[in-house]
């Protein structure tokens, strides 16, 4: 099965990740898959400003390490 992404990212407050939590708690827990994302980036915002993502995936219990940039991407390690 190909699984295909379309990401929109945004930068939120605490404030804005506890209401959001809250709404999906109850979803969370119905689904049969979680996966997390931990982006990575300098006080500069070097990686965002050069169209780079460095990312750490969690789904389940396997962790997966992707670095993009512009419109190309390394494979998963």
Do not use: C, P
């Not at 945004?10 to 827990?29: D, H, K, M, P, S």
């Not at 990312?55 to 390690?77: A, V």
């Amino acid at each position: 099965m190909t699984e295909k992404e379309y990401e929109r990212k945004r930068v939120i407050t605490y404030g804005e990740y506890l209401l959001l939590f809250e709404r999906l708690r109850n979803l969370a827990e119905e689904m049969s898959t979680i996966h997390i994302n931990y982006y990575y980036d300098d006080m500069n915002w070097t990686l965002f400003n050069n169209d780079e993502t460095l990312r750490i995936r969690q789904r389940d219990d396997q962790l997966s390490l992707e670095y993009k940039f512009g419109k190309h991407e390394f494979e998963d390690i």
